[in-house]
């Protein structure tokens, strides 16, 4: 640290291409990616300027939840974010899984996560959009260290800035400015989302329902709420989404398990495309790319918003060794694109073997998801490694069998 202090020291500081304190960042996007990433590196001290087209309002309206892992839960802990949005998390105990076509089932519980997150009681949370960006909002207005610039759209250059993050979503301009391209599986799949209320569901377990056209995810938020996540044939979901609520209600009633009952729509049902991407880098000069505007995948196992927050954590990370001076600025964005390559291959590996294993009734595929059914059933360290991979990252499980 005196290292820094001293003038003398300061110059070999710059002439090594060190960043002397005071880091100045811009980010183009204030989606959940973006604001979470805005205020952990307000928090380092690092001055953040956070770009976004839409205003408050428009961040606010999205009728979205997310299905929260223990990845993110450690990540809103250390930003102090976790305990103001305690009475607005869902938390779930069980996760069941029905294989519709060989009617199996198989149950995550608590036993199966590792000790650590254990303690913590819940295999996930589930989080409404609007209370997290409300509370994101809220810390980044009363955050000295950021400025928010709402409402307009801003260029993609540096300004003057030492590092630009590109945090505006699977379309992203600036991806696209920057002439990064991106590998495009896309699914034959959509997929529709909505609020409903269920009868007969357990308030504490969050199903996943393998269905040949599609999965169905049924995610608990208080009471008798659950957000749907009903992928199948993009043109079937759009032609759902335009139903009336109850034509709507009687095709979900005829899709749910005997004993799960739709009773009332909650919200609009959205459709939307589906696909799995990955940009060819996630690096541009000074520049990065983090949450969707770099990747997406299936909704499957509910792992977007949480792979998204794991660049987070990554970019933080590097970024307060480059504010303590002892990472180049310069060689930040190329090291960030390595840190963060593994993860996202490996989860877009995982989503997508996992969509086509369990949206078909193809004899073979049948054949092999049958005796996994069984295994999963009943070996318990098959459900711990499956459990471990979704919640804390595949490489957590990788570190684990080469420890
Ligand atoms: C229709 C839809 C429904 C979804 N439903 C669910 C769900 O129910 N559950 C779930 O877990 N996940 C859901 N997802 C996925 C989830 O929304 C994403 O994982 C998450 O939003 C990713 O966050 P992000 O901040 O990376 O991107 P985004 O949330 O897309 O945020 C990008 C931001 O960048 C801004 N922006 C755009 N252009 C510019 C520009 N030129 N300059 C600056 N800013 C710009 C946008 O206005 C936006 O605010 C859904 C996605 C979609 C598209």
Redesign the pocket.
């Known amino acids: 640290m005196p290292l820094l202090v001293d003038p003398l020291t300061r110059l070999s500081v710059a002439s090594l291409g060190l960043q002397p304190k005071g880091i100045q960042v811009k980010i183009?996007?204030?989606?959940?990616?973006?604001s979470l990433l805005a205020l952990a590196l307000a928090q380092l001290g690092v001055n953040v300027r956070l770009?976004?087209?839409?205003t408050i309002q428009g961040?606010l309206e999205r009728s979205?939840?997310?299905?929260l892992t223990h990845s993110s839960r450690r990540l809103l802990q250390s930003l102090d974010l976790w305990a103001p949005l305690n009475s607005h998390l869902t938390t779930f105990t069980r996760l069941q899984l029905d294989d519709q076509e060989l009617n199996r089932h198989t149950c995550f519980e608590i036993d199966d996560l590792s000790i650590q997150n254990q303690a913590h009681g819940a295999i996930g949370w589930i989080l409404d959009h609007r209370p997290l960006m409300k509370l994101l909002l809220e810390r980044l207005s009363k955050q000295p260290k950021v400025c928010l610039d709402l409402g307009e759209?801003?260029e993609q250059g540096l300004d003057g800035h030492d590092l630009v993050v590109a945090?505006?979503?699977?379309a992203s301009?600036?991806r696209k400015a920057w002439g990064i391209k991106t590998w495009n599986y896309p699914y034959q799949q959509g997929c529709l989302?909505a609020k409903v209320l269920l009868r007969g569901a357990d308030h504490l377990t969050a199903y996943e329902l393998f269905r040949a056209e599609g999965p169905l995810a049924l995610l608990p938020m208080g009471g008798d709420v659950f957000?749907m996540?009903w992928s199948g044939p993009l043109r079937c979901c759009q032609e759902r989404a335009g139903l009336n609520p109850s034509s709507f209600l009687d095709q979900l009633a005829a899709v749910l398990p005997e004993g799960l009952q739709p009773d009332v729509l909650l919200d609009r049902p959205?459709a939307?495309p589906l696909q799995l991407s990955l940009a060819h880098q996630l690096q541009h000069g000074r520049g990065v790319l983090v949450?969707?505007?770099g990747h997406r995948c299936h909704?499957i196992g509910?792992q977007?918003?949480n792979l998204?927050w794991r660049d987070v954590k990554t970019l933080t990370r590097l970024v307060k060794l480059s504010n303590e001076g002892t990472l180049p600025i310069a060689k930040l964005p190329r090291l960030y694109a390595r840190a963060r390559f593994i993860d996202l291959f490996l989860v877009g590996l995982m989503t997508d073997l996992t969509v086509r294993l369990f949206s078909s009734r193809n004899v073979l595929l049948l054949m092999l998801r049958l005796p996994l059914m069984i295994l999963l059933a009943r070996l318990p360290w098959m459900r711990q490694v499956l459990l471990k991979a979704m919640t804390d990252g595949p490489i957590s499980v990788v570190r684990l069998v080469s420890a």
């Open positions: 183009l996007g204030a989606g959940p990616t973006g770009y976004d087209p839409l961040l979205r939840a997310y299905a759209i801003k945090a505006d979503g699977p301009p600036t989302t957000q996540v959205a939307f949450g969707e505007s909704p509910g977007g918003l998204c």
